[in-house]
C-alpha cells in the first residue's frame, strides 16, 4: 500500500534521471526536505516542484545528459544486479572510501561527469566542485561522508539555484 507520500515520476527521460541523481540535486533536496528522524523525506511538493531544472531536461531534449544519464542507470543496474544490492547498499558503497573496485571508481567518475554536465547546463561552468569524500552538514555525525562536492561548492550550487529559481518565479508573475 503507498501513501500520499509516494510520487511516481512517469517520463522515460534519463536526462531527468540524470539531473535527478545528480549531486546538484541532491544537495537541493537535503536543503528543502522535511525529515523522518534524521532520514531524507523526498517530497515532491517541497522538492520537485520548487528545483530549477536545467532548460530542456524536462522536455526530453538535453541529448548530453539524456546520454550520460542513460550510461549512469546502466553502471548502476549492473553493479547492483552483479553484486546483489539494492539502491541503498549501491550508494552505501558509492560513498564508502574504503570501497575501491574497479566498478565503484567507473561509477565515481560517470557520477562526477553527471555533475559537471549539470553544471555546464545551468552555466555554472566556474564553479569549482572539489570532488572528493567530504563530510556533510545534513547527516548524522560518524556516517556524514560522502563522495560528493566540496562544501563550498554546495554552498555556492544552492545559493546559484536559489537566485535561478527566484528569477523563474518573477518571470511566472509577469
Known amino acids: 500500500m503507498f501513501s500520499d507520500s509516494v510520487a511516481v515520476i512517469a517520463k522515460g527521460n534519463l536526462g531527468l534521471l540524470g539531473t535527478l541523481s545528480s549531486d546538484i540535486h541532491i544537495v537541493w533536496a537535503w ?22 531544472f536545467p532548460e530542456n531536461v524536462l522536455e526530453g531534449k538535453h541529448e548530453g545528459l539524456n546520454l550520460l544519464g542513460k550510461d549512469f542507470f546502466d553502471l548502476r543496474s549492473n553493479y547492483m544486479t552483479s553484486n546483489d544490492k539494492g539502491m541503498t547498499k549501491f550508494y552505501n558503497d558509492l560513498h564508502d572510501s574504503a570501497v575501491d573496485t574497479i566498478e565503484i571508481r567507473a561509477l565515481r567518475e560517470k557520477q562526477i561527469a553527471l555533475n559537471n554536465a549539470v553544471l555546464t547546463a545551468y552555466g555554472f561552468d566556474d564553479l569549482d566542485p572539489d570532488y572528493g569524500f567530504h563530510q556533510v552538514g545534513y547527516l548524522p555525525e560518524g556516517k556524514n561522508t560522502r ?10 550550487v544552492l545559493y546559484q539555484l536559489a537566485m535561478l529559481n527566484k528569477v523563474r518565479h518573477e518571470a511566472e508573475q509577469e
Request: net charge negative; glycine share 4%.
Open 31 to 52: 536543503k528543502y526536505v522535511s525529515r523522518m528522524k534524521q532520514d531524507l523525506r523526498y517530497t515532491h511538493g517541497d522538492v520537485f516542484e520548487t528545483f530549477p
Open 147 to 156: 563522495f560528493t562536492i566540496s562544501e563550498e561548492a554546495r554552498e555556492e
